[in-house]
């Protein structure tokens, strides 16, 4: 017996239930189209919303960057690794979403792990969306804090928990993905926000696949439901839509400094790099100069919805560019997946622990990226197998 054994039985297991991941390599930029395995597919899977993540602006402010300020941060944000990149950058995207102030991290999942614990104690509640994501997941563990998740997007049940809860702890803090990234449906935040009000809770949305997409030209839930001041703490990822790396942390000034003294992952882990902050700051002056991008994101998601639609497939209750494809079991959307890409289209599968037993789907990403043609082509891949696979 070695002592590593049971991961490879666990592996195994994972292998002969048909769970195990085997994860494509991609050998090009990202973009409407991507060698994969060496194959060139249609990309229908990343979350590169605008087509900023190989955008030749953003491609020469990280290599401008570069040459003048070389590519590390060396230190974490609060020892020496605050650069005036950093600032600038939190600066701008303060302005952006019109919030009095923001603060950078990593990534959004260390944005949701220096926000939570932050806030909320071990004699403290959390009211969560059943639906959260998993770094909200993890970020309230690490809070020590009760989580009492309610059912999904459904503030009456929220509302139960808190008068059923509320009194036996010291504060409370509301928490909630803003558009839910296996369904694409969206959180009803100017009702949740009515219950924070009349319980003066903290709220906090985690719009990582709202930012750069709701919103005027992208400013991200708070602005699509015109909840400025409202919300407590907007936490965004520039990993999606912005098409780079990095969290945010947007809303009152007073939240955003106790961040940058208390967010473990601000004070124990090193900051955004150079080329990062550099391409994120390109990204918001396309997004404050135009708002032909997330028109265009728009317009490419409504038109291949209905088509979808017309073609007999359930696109579910998804009201963003995230187009899930419900299928049922997990088999099935497996073999459409493979199908596909043998068809030149690459969508991924999605099955259980990921969603439900039984609600197996492939997910679609829409991009302003794809050109009508390339929205043709996957449109006629998935008439083809959905027909040979008698789904419709
Ligand atoms: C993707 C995602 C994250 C993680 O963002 P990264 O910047 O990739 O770490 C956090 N929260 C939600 C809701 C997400 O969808």
Redesign the pocket.
């Known amino acids: 017996m070695s002592k590593t054994d049971w991961i490879t039985q666990e592996i195994e297991t994972l292998q002969s239930a048909g769970l195990y991941n085997r994860i494509r390599t991609i050998d090009s930029p990202q973009g409407a189209w991507l060698k994969v395995d060496g194959k060139r597919v249609l990309n229908f899977c990343s ?1 590169n919303y605008l087509g900023l993540a190989n955008h030749p602006a953003l491609v020469a402010a990280a290599k401008k960057s570069i040459d003048e300020m070389g590519v590390g941060p060396g230190a974490v944000r609060s020892i020496a690794g605050t650069m005036t990149l950093h600032v600038e950058l939190e600066k701008r995207l303060a302005q952006f979403k019109g919030v009095e102030a923001a603060i950078t991290f990593q ?6 792990l220096a926000t939570i614990p932050a806030l909320v104690g071990k004699e403290d509640v959390i009211f969560s969306d059943r639906l ?2 998993a ?2 997941i993890d970020g309230s563990r690490l809070s020590g804090a009760k989580i009492i998740a309610y059912e999904h997007n459904d503030v009456k049940s929220l509302e139960e928990q808190i008068r059923a809860n509320l009194n036996q702890y010291r504060r409370a803090l509301i928490v909630t ?3 839910f ?1 296996m369904d694409g449906d969206i959180a009803p935040l100017p009702d949740i926000y009515e219950v924070t009000k009349k319980y003066d809770i903290l709220l906090m949305v ?4 709202g930012e750069g997409v709701l919103g005027k030209g992208g400013r991200g839930i708070v602005d699509h439901f015109g909840l400025h001041g409202k919300v407590d703490v907007e ?1 965004g ?4 839509a912005f098409g780079v ?3 945010i942390v947007a809303g009152s000034a007073v939240i955003v400094d106790w961040l940058r003294q208390r967010g473990r992952p601000f004070l124990f882990s090193s900051a955004m790099t150079v080329p990062d902050a550099a391409a994120c700051l390109a990204a918001v002056d396309l997004l404050e100069d135009s708002t032909q991008l997330v028109d265009k994101l728009w317009s490419n998601a409504k038109s291949f919805k209905a088509e979808m639609k017309t073609l007999g497939f359930n696109t579910g209750v998804t009201e963003t560019p995230i187009t899930p494809v419900l299928l049922g079991e997990a088999p099935l959307a497996q073999q459409f997946s493979r199908e596909l890409f043998e068809a030149g289209v690459f969508a991924m599968a999605l099955g259980f622990p990921t969603v439900p037993q039984g609600k197996a789907r492939i997910r679609v990403m829409i991009s302003a990226a794809h050109t009508e043609d390339d929205l043709n082509k996957g449109l006629e891949a998935f008439r083809t197998v959905g027909k040979k696979l008698g789904v419709i």
């Open positions: 979350n990534s959004g999942f260390s944005a949701n959260n994501h770094s909200i993905d803003g558009v990234s985690d719009d990582a696949h936490v990822t520039m990993s999606k790396m990095g969290g």
